[in-house]
């Protein structure tokens, strides 16, 4: 028996006079504070009125139609929806670490500094880069911020017009929107049918405009991109520098490094691979790191270490720079989420932490090849940490990847990302991440069987789901253009 009333606004649960709180009367004489006469309303707002339990059921019952990692698999390909660990929230939250202001003096943060400090080393470790800053806030803000490093190093031999970017068609779609904010030009550079770059398109394309490429590895098809030290060298040759797109850092987790592969700069999300959940909007951390020779282009403020300290080693630099990029936000970026990805790479270890991508890429090939029997699967061989699916098998049924995936709703899972990349058609693309055991594999295998089975045998179940949620399909495209966001409106127009 569900009694939740899922379907109601707060609005529609206020009665007029019901409150959930109230004042003492005070003893004392007021005078009112007048407001200009054109400020004031001419009516009073509408607001709901509720007794305090209809409140916090409402956002109760509400917060029960949120879906986490928490609550169930959430296999989102590119998205990297792994277990945070609840011990390295705890610690985020502990008052040392979330008390503090950036702008305090050092001499009472030396600790925050050290980690800070400490958490940039192991990163340099892990990608074999020289130096990395953790300022930037998002994968996207990371690769703004590397951009400008490279613009900032070809501007500072004169090499003014280097103005181009090149960037796979399989690419993330930060990559160009990153490029065009950072006033580059952008390159699309082809795929080929296995899904790897192709380099005989990219070598038309190189010249001396060109300022980078920017590559993601494994691609976002979950390919690993064998031919990068010959594109490195292409590019390298040509003038250009190299840029990782290292968001899904995950399967290469103390596996291989991009700093070896002959990456020049890199970003990285600790928000999808180091313990920080996302997907609700932040806050998140997209450190960047440079190859020896392109330290002295990175942001401030920085953290240098002091030799001579007798108890207190960091200070934080705000400017002397010249050739520093400047400061790319606020201070030294979201704290609680450096906090985050600190204790997760200490609690694994040098020796743990290696197992994270091997266990990633088992979990996909997994899956991968216990569907592909009824599922399309357009590059077949093995793939890393995620793959994509093209529909169906069986095209004849007329059961879209959307039926597939809000069909998986009623099964109690988060669907899989649709329709990207943009490759092929009918894209499904499926990121299980390390920590699922093979029960929950196998039982998503059963449950995708089985959508297969109603495709084929009863189609119609599968267009109209989902059957179990609040509420059904909505209209993608129209609550995109015409958002009702107010009450009001809701009420004018009759929806
Ligand atoms: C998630 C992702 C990004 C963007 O990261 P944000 O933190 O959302 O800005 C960039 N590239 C790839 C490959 C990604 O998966």
Do not use: W
Not at 22 to 34: G, N, R
Not at 124 to 136: I, S
């Amino acid at each position: 028996m569900n009694n939740k009333l899922y379907g109601n606004l707060i609005f529609e649960l206020s009665k007029p006079g019901r409150k959930g709180y109230s004042l003492p009367k005070t003893d004392y004489q007021h005078t009112t504070c007048e407001l200009p006469q054109q400020l004031r309303r001419t009516e009073d707002a509408t607001l709901p009125e509720c007794d305090e339990l209809t409140v916090v059921r409402h956002y109760t019952n509400l917060s029960h139609n949120n879906f986490g990692v928490n609550d169930g698999f959430y296999p989102l390909g590119s998205c990297t929806m792994k277990y945070n660990p609840i011990i390295n929230e705890e610690l985020a939250a502990a008052t040392n670490a979330n008390k503090l202001h950036p702008a305090q003096s050092v001499h009472t943060t030396q600790g925050a500094l050290s980690l800070y400090n400490q958490l940039a080393k192991m990163l340099a470790n892990l990608t074999g880069l020289a130096e990395f800053t953790l300022n930037p806030c998002a994968g996207a803000h990371g690769e703004l911020t590397g951009l400008m490093v490279i613009r900032a190093y070809h501007q500072s031999r004169g090499d003014n017009q280097r103005v181009k970017v090149l960037i796979p068609d399989s690419a993330h779609g930060t990559n160009p929107a990153s490029a065009a904010v950072c006033g580059l030009e952008v390159i699309e550079v082809k795929s080929l049918a296995d899904g790897t770059v192709d380099v005989e398109d990219l070598k038309t394309k190189l010249g001396d405009d060109i300022a980078a490429m920017m590559m993601t590895n494994p691609n976002t098809l979950g390919i690993f991109e064998k031919r990068i030290p010959e594109i490195a060298q292409l590019v390298h040759n040509c003038g250009g520098l190299m840029y990782y797109d290292g968001a899904n850092l995950n399967p290469m987790l103390g596996v291989c490094r991009p700093g070896d592969m002959g990456f020049d700069v890199m970003h990285i999300n600790l928000h999808k691979t180091f313990s920080t959940p996302h997907g609700g909007g932040g806050p998140g951390a997209g450190p960047v790191g440079v190859r020896k020779g392109l330290e002295q282009f990175l942001p401030t403020p920085r953290i240098v270490e002091t030799k001579d300290g007798c108890g207190e080693c960091f200070e934080r630099h705000e400017g002397n720079y010249e050739q520093s990029l400047g400061s790319i936000g606020n201070y030294l970026g979201n704290f609680n989420v450096l906090v985050k990805a600190y204790a997760y790479i200490l609690s694994l270890g040098n020796e743990h932490i290696k197992e994270v991508g091997p266990l990633s890429t088992l979990n996909a090939n997994y899956i991968k090849d216990q569907l592909k029997d009824v599922y399309e699967l357009p590059i077949d061989g093995h793939c890393m940490h995620e793959f994509v699916f093209d529909g169906l098998k069986d095209k004849s049924t007329g059961v879209t990847t959307m039926d597939v995936a809000k069909r998986l709703l009623d099964y109690g899972y988060h669907a899989p990302t649709i329709y990207f990349p943009l490759l092929f058609h009918e894209s499904l693309m499926i990121e299980p991440t390390e920590n699922e055991s093979k029960d929950t594999l196998d039982q998503f295998i059963g449950v995708m069987r089985k959508i297969a089975e109603e495709a084929k045998n009863n189609p119609e179940l599968v267009k109209t789901a989902p059957h179990s949620t609040p509420i059904g399909r909505v209209d993608d495209v129209e609550a995109a253009k015409h958002p009702i966001t107010t009450y009001q409106q809701l009420i004018n127009s009759n929806i």
